[in-house]
């Protein structure tokens, strides 16, 4: 069964049918609506009833056709249905490709926070095709950027620099440069995840920079007239850890500031307009995933192309934080 959702079907849908069938595949389809409100129980259980009138059996595979919300529901109801069946992520969006596909976290969204009902699971491959990267709206494309900006961040500076040098091109949808930013971008989120599939190490927590703050501000952000994309949220997620990088004496200045500036050359929020609901967005980050024995954790950058998990954070390093991006 190919998964995909109101956006990507009319797409790509039959193309990824005609190859399926044309393989030899009796291939179904199930369209959701797009939007990051359908990464809930309620859709799966919705799929859960497609998969048993399609009689999809433990050697049938499910297929994500999509970006990160398809992937990753996908990938939940392919780990719980019949205790397990294969799936594949197909990805079609910036964010997706360089980031969401790879690494077998599969989730779906819970009153109490984004993400918090799911599973590590593998797919039995990623494709990304850098061709269907050109049909995202502008606003979709430089959302997926974030993920990339992550990724340099904690893990490669000279990838960094690669973004600063390539920023034109990028933006410009240039065929090489969309190839080398998917490619070097799953091979830093590859290696991190081959040492630390399971996040038990505090290696694969460092994927997280930017995304404390920035899960709570897309949480209060999704109630609003025009809900922000997850990469425009952990844009401004990204800025708040910067700043709280520099306050707790692990970053330069001028190093947050070619963070931030990077952010807003390519498009994404360096604030959010949000100063009245700081109560809330501290109450959102207390109930994060990342909470352990009851201390809130932070991955702030120790310069760019490093960064560590540290749980010795200070209040007023939050304070900060949010100083810096609420408005």
């Not at 009319?10 to 990824?16: F, I, M, N, R, S």
């Not at 529901?73 to 019949?82: D, K, S, Y």
């Not at 990088?245 to 990077?262: C, G, H, P, Q, T």
């Not at 501290?282 to 120790?302: E, H, P, W, Y």
């Amino acid at each position: 069964m190919v998964i995909t959702d109101e956006n990507v079907g009319p797409l790509y849908g039959k193309t990824a049918m005609d190859s399926l069938r044309a393989a030899g595949f009796e291939a179904a389809t199930f369209v959701v609506p797009a939007g990051d409100s359908t990464k809930s129980l309620e859709w799966v259980s919705r799929i859960y009833d497609a998969l048993a009138d399609a009689r999809i059996d433990r050697t049938s595979p499910l297929i994500a056709l999509g970006g990160g919300v398809v992937g990753d529901l996908t990938g939940f109801v392919a780990a719980t249905w019949l205790r397990g069946v294969p799936f594949v992520q197909c990805a079609t969006t910036i964010e997706a490709g360089v980031d969401a596909s790879v690494g077998g976290k599969t989730a779906v969204n819970h009153a109490s926070g984004k993400n918090m009902i799911g599973a590590f699971y593998q797919p039995l491959f990623v494709l990304v095709d850098t061709a269907t990267l050109r049909t995202l709206s502008e606003r979709d494309f430089r959302a997926g950027l974030a993920e990339s900006i992550k990724h340099a961040v904690i893990r490669d500076a000279a990838f960094f620099t690669w973004h600063e040098e390539n920023a034109d091109h990028v933006l410009a949808c240039d065929t090489d440069a969309l190839g080398a930013l998917v490619e070097h971008n799953v091979r830093i989120k590859a290696d991190i995840v081959s040492q630390d599939e399971r996040e038990t190490s505090g290696l694969r927590a460092l994927l997280n920079f930017g995304h404390t703050i920035g899960h709570a501000i897309e949480s209060l952000m999704a109630r609003q007239a025009d809900p922000w994309r997850h990469g425009e949220a952990v844009a401004a997620g990204m800025v708040a850890a910067a700043e709280m990088s520099v306050v707790a004496e692990r970053l330069d200045r001028a190093s947050a500031e070619r963070i931030a500036s990077l952010i807003a050359r390519l498009g994404l929020q360096v604030t959010a307009p949000l100063a009245g609901q700081r109560d809330r967005i501290i109450s959102l980050m207390q109930s994060d995933k990342k909470v352990a024995a009851g201390k809130l954790r932070f991955v702030l950058a120790d310069c760019i192309g490093r960064a560590t998990l540290y749980d010795d954070i200070k209040p007023e390093w939050i304070e900060a934080g949010l100083d810096r991006v609420l408005t």
